[in-house]
């Protein structure tokens, strides 16, 4: 059985913005912020984002969106 990755793409944070405004494109992103990673899921249009402490967790929530994410402090 062949299994599908999506792209996650690193992009800049005025990029992000305009994700979150537009809700275009559509995709999975990530930005580096202040030392933390922001994941953004686009890939329906409703631009869910939350933060993550390490790049890992942030793509398996990319990933597979029904984790449950960490509260960061």
């Known amino acids: ?13 005025e ?11 559509l995709g999975l992103f990530y930005v580096l912020e202040t030392g933390v990673y922001i994941g953004i899921d686009n890939s329906n249009g ?6 993550f402490n390490s790049l890992r967790k942030c793509k398996r929530w990319l990933t597979n969106p029904n984790i449950e994410a960490e509260v960061i402090t």
């Open 46 to 51: 409703h631009a869910w984002t939350e933060e």
């Open 15 to 25: 990029f992000a913005a305009s994700i979150i405004d537009t809700r275009r494109p």
């Open 1 to 13: 059985m062949i299994r599908f990755e999506p792209e996650i793409k690193k992009i800049a944070k």
